[in-house]
């Protein structure tokens, strides 16, 4: 995904006044979270706090501050029928004009919210590396696609790493704790190695392998018997990535599970 930073440096690049809208309470039912922001200019938006009329009322609020060049304001909005959402909850904005000190601020926060991203870490550039690489480049994840074939790498979207390599088990040395890995090679041998490589991080956040049920138990007996694995390990592999129950093999379609599937193990 592109950077949260760069789009934000664009967007206050291009406007000079601009609100900073931000959730500063969230009880019950809400479309965001505490904490979550969007920044308001007279002609464009950028982020959300969650669409529909609670967006629409800050984006007026915020607005409304601009035109008067007013330091800042507030709102106090129940999710009910009076604004024609059901979410049923409560939320409370802040909302202030950026000076320097704030956009300086808001620069840094961006920037952490980058650095914090979780790291996902892709093995196999084929049809369905390229379709996951693509599902996942949408999401605010750091995406690796890592192969030992140069022309697999190509057409990757724009916000994924592209990483040649020999040894591609050295990725999974290399990565920060609480990364993902989904191993999908052109080649099992080469598969299982990675997997093993995966398996050896406690801290791993989700291994996952493109296959069937007899390619994970082909597996386990070549971890248990070869690579001088344990059984607690080998259950932590998902295979097939996705769900067993993934009937359409089209790439596209899997990778919408898989995308799924890695991101609730990322959110844990």
């Known amino acids: 995904m592109s950077s949260i930073l760069s789009g934000l440096e664009a967007f206050l690049a291009a406007h000079e006044a601009v ?12 479309p965001r979270e505490q904490g979550a922001w969007m920044l308001v200019s007279a002609e464009a938006i950028f982020g959300t706090i969650g669409g529909g009329q609670l967006e629409f009322l800050a984006i007026d609020k915020a607005r409304e501050l601009i035109s008067l060049n007013q330091a800042s304001g507030a709102l106090d909005i129940p999710l009910g029928p009076e604004i024609g959402q059901c979410c049923g909850g ?13 956009r ?6 961006a920037k952490a919210g980058d650095d914090e991203r979780p790291h996902v870490y892709l093995f196999g550039g084929g049809h369905v590396g390229h379709a996951l690489a693509t599902a996942l480049e949408l999401l605010p994840l750091k995406v690796s696609v890592v192969e030992t074939r140069a022309e697999a790498l190509e057409g990757l979207p724009g916000g ?3 990483r040649l390599a020999a040894v591609p088990e ?16 052109h080649d099992h041998a080469l598969d299982f190695l990675i997997v093993a490589e995966a398996l050896k991080r406690s801290d791993a956040a ?12 082909t597996f386990r007996r070549w971890y248990l018997k070869e690579a001088g694995g344990h059984e ?30 890695i991101v609730r193990s990322l959110r844990h």
Do not use: H, N
């Open 232 to 261: 607690a390990d080998a259950k932590r592999l998902i295979c097939p990535i996705g769900g067993a129950d993934v009937i359409d093999k089209r790439p596209a379609v899997i990778a919408a599970f898989a995308a799924a599937e």
């Open 170 to 185: 050295d990725a999974v040395r290399e990565a920060p704790a609480g990364s993902a890995y989904v191993v999908l090679t």
């Open 160 to 162: 994924v790493v592209a």
């Open 206 to 217: 989700y291994v996952g392998m493109i296959g069937s049920k007899t390619k994970r138990e």
């Open 19 to 30: 609100g900073l809208v931000e959730v500063a309470e969230a009880k019950g039912s809400t």
């Open 104 to 109: 300086a601020k808001l620069i840094e926060r």
């Open 90 to 102: 409560r939320v409370s904005l802040s909302i202030a004009l950026l000076d320097a000190a704030k």
